[in-house]
């Protein structure tokens, strides 16, 4: 008996022993396939928002977001998106090795724009965690030119009958202003202004509609732009409805 005894301490012993090898070896195993699992690029942005203050209406915008690979693997740039056409953005390379950086570059046209604006740039990676960044370019745009009212509708216009509107045109900065001659997108409409307008000053921009035969509406576009290295364009939208 007492060998059989020392025989089941012994077995017991070397059970334990096993089962703790296993316990250790499936630890170590996960651990293991754990930080594979986890090794991954990982995107960081220093700033992701620009405020660019207040800029004249007509200039244009750039800044470059500095993006940065923090992870342990290489960081795919697998697109770009802006939220409008206004906005270009171009990466400085499509892949980081870890601890790389690169810069996205933007440009904003503030052309078409007034007041208050905000737009955003998505920056695509293979970054499982954020795999979009969101990048934003802000400000106000400070209009030179304005026109009043902003469009012109006239109602109900007879086939033949010519009518005429009146709008005002300010200048908003420091300079004179000399126009080219007025464009229209159509021959129904006609447009006459004085080819210069002062610093601070307002003129005066008389339009004219005369529908032709066989149209049921009319749309058509005013295009008053400056002379100058810069030049400056304004449109002014045009509505009718036209009648027998």
Not at 76 to 103: I, M, N
Not at 122 to 137: E, F, K, S, W
Not at 191 to 220: H, T, Y
Request: aromatic letters at 10%; a negative charge.
């Amino acid at each position: 008996m007492p060998g059989s005894a020392a025989a089941g301490i012994d077995w017991c012993a070397r059970t334990s022993s096993m089962k703790s090898f296993s316990v250790l070896f499936f630890l170590c195993g996960f651990i293991l396939v754990g930080g594979f699992a986890w090794s991954a690029p990982m995107l960081v942005v220093d700033q992701t928002e620009f405020d660019f203050g207040t800029v004249a209406q007509g200039e244009a915008v750039r800044h470059n977001f500095v993006f940065t690979n923090t992870g342990d693997m290489p960081l795919q740039v697998e697109k770009v998106r802006s939220s409008c056409g206004c906005t270009a953005a171009l990466v400085s390379t499509g892949t980081l090795q870890p601890g790389d950086s690169g810069e996205l570059q933007t440009r904003f046209d503030s052309t078409r724009f007034r007041g208050e604006v905000s737009k955003t740039v998505y920056l695509y990676t293979n970054d499982p965690l954020v795999p979009v960044a969101q990048l934003v370019v802000k400000g106000q745009v400070r209009e030179l030119l304005t026109l009043a009212p902003r469009q012109v509708q006239f109602g109900q216009v007879l086939n033949g009958q010519t009518v005429e509107a009146r709008v005002t045109v300010t200048n908003h900065t420091d300079e004179d202003f000399v126009f080219s001659p007025v464009k229209v997108t159509t021959p129904e409409l006609r447009a006459e202004i004085d080819g210069q307008l002062q610093a601070g000053e307002s003129s005066e921009m008389r339009v004219f509609l005369k529908p032709k035969p066989g149209q049921n509406r009319f749309s058509g576009y005013v295009m008053l732009r400056t002379e100058s290295d810069d030049p400056h364009e304004l449109r002014l939208p045009v509505y009718a409805t036209v009648g027998k």
